[in-house]
Every structure is written in structure tokens, then in C-alpha cells.
């Protein structure tokens, strides 16, 4: 359960099913060089309960997505333009890491739950597409 009530069936609009604007680059001048375009139900109403969610990431060169994690969810992520470094790391005892450069139209998954970074390893800008089980 997200928190979100249901809306009245009666009101429902295209508009709940539909999101525009994932095309348009954010401002990636912050002090670690990355911003996140999320699409979750605060964004598209058409989500809520589903379980499912996307963003957008922009990344400028060298930017950064700080080691992490999603308990409730997976996370797979195409890159669109650009190199970017990936990974995470395994659970304990272990805590092997998995890691890897991508470069456009490459795929990555994060596994429920472990720890995983993103760091833009090329001389341009980022852009890539995650999406979450929750």
C-alpha cells in the first residue's frame, strides 16, 4: 500500500494514465552532477497500486548517484546517451561487488535491497531510464 486513496472511478481522465515532459534534461549543476525526473503516483495518478514507478536521470560528466538502496523494490536501468559506471554490492558475508561500464542502449539490473551506485565514467552528459517494482 502507497498511502494513496483510489480515485473515484467516475473521475478518472486520460489525463491519470499519461506523463509528458521525460524528454526534457534537468539541471545537473549541484555538487554531485545528477537529478532525477521521477514518474511515480504523484506524477501519474494511473500507478497507484500498481507497484510499479520510473525516472529519468541526467548525469553531467563525472556525476554522481551515491550509494544507495530500495528495500521494497528492483531497479532496471537503460542508458540512453553516454558511459556510465554501475554496480552494487551483495549482502553480508559476502558483500561482493558486481560492477560494470554501460554504454548506450546497455542494461542493468539492481537487485532488491543491495546497495548500488551510478557514476558517469565519460567526457558528456548522461541520460538514462531506470524503472522500480515499488
Known sequence: ?????????????????????????????????????????????GLNTLGISMVRFDYAPNGLNPPHTHPRGTEIQVVLEG????????????????SKVLNKGDVFVFPIGLVHFQ??????HVVAIASLSS
Do not use: A, W, Y
Open 83 to 98: 558511459t556510465l559506471n554501475v554496480g552494487f554490492v551483495t549482502s553480508f558475508p559476502d558483500n561482493r561487488l558486481f
Open 1 to 45: 500500500m502507497n498511502g494513496k486513496f483510489c480515485k473515484d472511478p467516475k473521475l478518472v481522465t486520460p489525463n491519470d494514465f499519461s506523463f509528458e515532459g521525460l524528454h526534457i534534461p534537468k539541471n545537473t549543476s549541484n555538487p554531485i552532477g545528477f537529478t532525477v525526473t521521477p514518474v511515480n503516483v504523484e506524477q501519474l495518478p
Open 119 to 124: 557514476n558517469n565514467v565519460g567526457g558528456t
